[in-house]
């Protein structure tokens, strides 16, 4: 008779809650956006919702400003990674205007194969990883999913996308936020290396609120005032759209890499699409064909063998302990925790 299974620890549970909120929530936001698009232009979107997520973080400053833990170099440091944050937050709200979420989504899968390239360019460490048989059979099987979830449309379908807007600018907005985030998520690496995730993020938010804000006055339509003419309803779903993806998603995110890995937590993540698409079809009557869906499942397949190949390269002894200080165990697919495994992986080498 075979034994009895221990439960599984608290810890476990945790974080399985804690990642499959984070994708819940993570999935509503291009729903959310999508939504926007018929009461508010993109770019009073993003400002208002950084505005938001600003003052949500902005304790988190505070706290650390009492504690003595917040870095005096972190403002000057965190100025490049705001940068691409900004830029890649702009395009991500404004893509919704022009294409559907799930195409959306499902193009936003090419940031792996931008994420993991650009490690191997910049840090000696990852190249390693490159050089796999399983690695570049994943890269390959992403940028051949993705454009056949592009390309392989039948014409006459639904798009999901509001009226007037132009598709193909929807996906090339799509495909640059994912690059942009790409570049944020190397940047943290580089700049923020041992600075706690949370207070890295809290200050990323003040700039990235600032830098948006321009914007929205000179393209914004009455300069993003139109806003305060919104019924309440929608100001509150503006509201959560910035609690849910900006403040609660990245927190629940690290909380759950702190109890699964990140490369269980990333590959749960991998799935957003699939929910976006689905939720999209009920909600926006967007529309894909077989091939569509067969070739955005193959994209999140292409992903998940990256990640299954950085975990297991990861789990080999570095070539020098100076290789060492400067690796990763797993590379993030999130740009918001690569400060968090930075984290991690200095106290380790301590």
């Not at 600018?169 to 985030?181: E, R």
């Not at 949370?198 to 990323?204: D, E, G, L, N, R």
């Not at 077989?290 to 999140?300: E, F, K, M, R, V």
Request: net charge positive.
């Amino acid at each position: 008779m075979p034994a009895p299974r221990s439960p599984a620890p608290p810890a476990a549970f945790a974080g399985i809650a804690t990642v499959v909120l984070t994708l819940l929530g993570w999935s509503s936001i291009p729903l959310f956006l999508r939504f926007f698009t018929g009461y508010i232009d993109g770019w009073t979107a993003n400002g208002w919702r950084y505005a938001f997520a600003a003052a949500i973080w902005a304790p988190a400053i505070v706290l650390a400003l009492r504690r003595g833990t917040l870095p005096p170099w972190l403002w000057s440091a965190a100025l490049v990674p705001s940068l691409f944050n900004a830029l890649g937050q702009a395009a991500f709200a404004i893509a919704p205007y022009h294409v559907g979420p799930g195409l959306m989504t499902f193009s936003l899968r090419v940031q792996i194969v931008f994420v993991t390239a650009g490690a191997a360019l910049l840090f000696a460490s990852e190249r390693r990883i490159v050089r796999r048989p399983g690695f570049l059979a994943g890269v390959a099987v992403v940028i051949l999913g993705t454009s056949g979830t592009i390309l392989l449309k039948d014409e006459g379908l639904r798009t999901g996308a509001p009226a007037g807007g132009h598709e193909t600018l929807g996906i090339a907005l799509s495909i640059g936020s994912g690059l942009l985030y790409a570049c944020y998520a190397l940047s943290v690496r580089h700049y923020l290396r041992g600075v706690n995730p949370i207070t890295a993020f809290a200050v990323i938010s003040q700039y990235t609120a600032i830098a948006l804000l321009p914007p929205m006055v000179i393209f914004g339509r009455s300069a993003g005032m139109e806003v305060l003419s919104l019924p309440a309803d929608i100001l509150l779903y503006l509201a959560l759209s910035s609690i849910i993806g900006i403040g609660l998603g990245h927190t629940l995110y690290y909380v759950s890499i702190e109890r699964l890995g990140v490369a269980v937590s990333a590959g749960v993540i991998q799935l957003q699409p699939i929910i976006v698409a689905a939720a999209s079809t009920f909600l926006f009557n967007e529309r894909m064909n077989g091939w569509q869906w067969l070739s955005g499942a193959a994209a999140i397949a292409g992903a998940a063998v990256i990640l299954w190949t950085q975990h297991r390269a990861s789990r080999r002894p570095p070539a020098t302990p100076a290789e060492d200080l400067e690796a990763f165990k797993t590379l993030p697919v999130d740009a918001a925790v690569a400060s968090a495994v930075a984290e991690k992986e200095t106290h380790k080498a301590r």
